[in-house]
Every structure is written in C-alpha cells, then in structure tokens.
C-alpha cells in the first residue's frame, strides 16, 4: 500500500496540490483521474520521488520515502515498475531486449536467467513468438504489451501506469485494461493509473481518487460513482452522452432492484 498524507506542492507561490491524503491499496487498481490541471501529474510524480512535496507523507507500505536518502531512494525504486504513456520502448532493440534491459540494469542474474525471465514476462502479455521483432514491426497495442511485460521484468510491488490506453482504439484499451488488472490481482501489486479514459474508469476503477484543482474531492470505486452527487465528478466522468445513458440505466435497475 501507499499511503499519501496531507502533501502540499507549490510552483512559483502557487499551490498545486493542497493537503492532499489519499491511499492506493495493494491488489488493486488504483485510478487517479481529474481535469487537466487537477493536479494529477504532480501527484504521480510526487508519489514516484521526482517532486519533493513541502510538507506531508509518502509512505510505502510505512517507509517515508521524503525522509530518504539517495541509496534507499534507489533501493526503493526497484520495487517499482513505469509504464510510460508513449510505451518509450528502445527503436534499437528488439522486444526481447527491452523487457530484458531492467534485467541487465538492476539484477545479477546471467544472461540465460534473464532471457528466461523475459521471455515469461512477453509470454505473460500474450506476446509469445514477437521476441525478435522490433518496436517499428508492431502495432502500438502491441507496443504497450511489450512496455507491461517490461515493467513487470523485475517483480515490483508497486506498478505506475501513465495514460497506458493513450493513442490505443477502444477495443485495444480494453484488452490494455484487463491486462493490468489480471496483473495486479495475480502478482497483489499496487498499481496506480492515472487516466484519461472514462472506459477504464468504469471497467476496472477499484479505487478511484478524483482531484478538483488540486484538492481530492471524492474516492470510491467503479460501481460508487454512478451514485455520487459530486457535481465536478459528474461533469467530468458523465459529459459524454454515452456514459449518462449508461448511468441512467444502472441506477434505473439499482430502484428497480431495491425492495
């Protein structure tokens, strides 16, 4: 688990996070959504040690992680897997050897451990048999399959995805979601998405952190937030004409069912 509590973050004398607690559970999809400017990208990037909140919590499963020091720091973050929103997969390198490059990078296992581990990780993403063929060769669904079984090379407990359905078409979003959620619920990984994409929000949101200029205003989960009177949360997740008749029919049947 990672626990955020009351962090505070300002640029130039403005504040763009304010006394923000949240926690992000283990085995769990955890979803950080909110409008442009919200504070989304602050807070991962906080959560990750890249930004230094001035005052607060970040704790990792009870380690502090502002109060460490640059080894811990560098202990800490191989507990931790990214996957970056362009995938950032290496041109030059085949999908074997970008799952392999943490591998070599950060272990002392021998050349043949690590192709083992790789090719388990590709074979774990549904990618068995592209080992040899380059980013380029692809498709961009495939591409962040091969950027999953990367960041999974290593075993981290705690797994940060950066807008994974970005530039994807909606039927490979899907398969992207439930990838990610089979993962975390496999190997009980803390993973943390932060998210665009009202589909993943409803299709796999275990636990849902909304942020409102820099505040978090409402937490719940995938099936709590047909329900919320949060008037900023609805016009974000239900603008779409689409989503309001799907959560006019959920709650329609929720009357329905009730005695």
Known sequence: MIEVKNITKSFDGKTILHDVSASFQTGKTNL????????KTVLVKSLVGLLRPEKGEILYDGRDILKM???????????????????????????????????TMFTNMTYGEIKDRAQFCLERVNLKGADKKYPSEISGGMQKRVAIARAIALNPKYL?????????????????????????????ITTIINTHDMNSVLGIGENIIFLNKGHREWVGDMHEI????????????FANDLFQKVRAYVLSNETTRKP
């Open 32 to 39: 950080i959504i909110g409008q442009s400017g919200s504070g």
């Open 69 to 103: 020091d640059q080894s811990q720091m560098k202990e800490l973050r191989k507990e931790i897997g990214m996957l970056f929103q362009g995938s950032a997969l290496f041109d030059s390198e085949t999908v074997l050897g970008n799952v392999m490059f943490p591998l």
């Open 160 to 188: 940060f995805c950066d807008e994974p359905n970005s530039g994807l078409d909606p039927r490979t979003s899907i398969l992207i979601d439930e990838l990610l959620s089979d993962i975390t619920h496999e190997y009980n």
């Open 226 to 237: 047909y329900q919320t009177t949060n008037e900023a949360l609805n016009e974000f997740v």
